[in-house]
Nanobody, 115 residues
Framework: QVQLVESGGGLVQAGGSLRLSCAPSGSIFSINAMGWYRQAPGKQRELVAHITTGGTTNYADSVKGRFTISRDNAKNTVYLQMNSLKPDDTAVYYC?????????WGQGTQVTVSS
């Protein structure tokens, strides 16, 4: 079964940057949208950023102006560039692919921002 593989998480100081990547372990067809979600301890999973096949993006208010989502359709890869990181951004980040017949989730990558 195809899985989404994330990379790029880690520990960074406040104000720093990280870049997350997510790609499938095999072929996925008819991908519509891609996105990044996050879940902090004791909180519900929330949408961080979303991008459609045509490149339309939307962001959570808390990350606007600091995070940028992008995708490489040829590689079926989605990225999340995170700048000016804050301790409140600490969470497990999950990528999400919405295909025609299935929704895929990554296993999650930890992002920790120290103050």
């Amino acid at each position: 079964q195809v899985q989404l593989v994330e990379s790029g998480g880690g520990l960074v100081q406040a104000g720093g940057s990280l870049r997350l990547s997510c790609a499938p372990s095999g072929s996925i067809f008819s991908i519509n949208a891609m996105g990044w979600y996050r879940q902090a301890p004791g909180k519900q999973r929330e949408l961080v950023a979303h991008i459609t096949t045509g490149g339309t993006t939307n962001y959570a208010d808390s990350v606007k102006g600091r995070f940028t989502i992008s995708r490489d359709n040829a590689k079926n890869t989605v990225y999340l560039q995170m700048n000016s990181l804050k301790p409140d951004d600490t969470a497990v980040y999950y990528c999400n692919f919405q295909a025609l017949l299935h929704v895929y989730w990554g296993q999650g990558t930890q992002v920790t921002v120290s103050s």
